[in-house]
């Protein structure tokens, strides 16, 4: 479904410390985080290259993935 999946923390340590997320879908990277239980892509959004019900379908994976980094 995608590749490269990567959890960076970003401003690690401090109030303001947030897991951000890089995947790569089809030869194209993408970035974003999950912030109040929504993915928050950041720009492109992979909405502009891959249909809404494989988007679904990664967002879902995306959440799974993020909530297992997030418990080790």
Known sequence: MFENFEVNRLFEGHAHEQPHFSLNIQGHDYKGMVHDGKIQWYHPHPKQKVK????????????DLMSEHLES
Request: cysteine-free.
């Open 52 to 63: 809404k019900e494989y988007l679904a379908s990664i967002e879902s994976q995306v959440f």
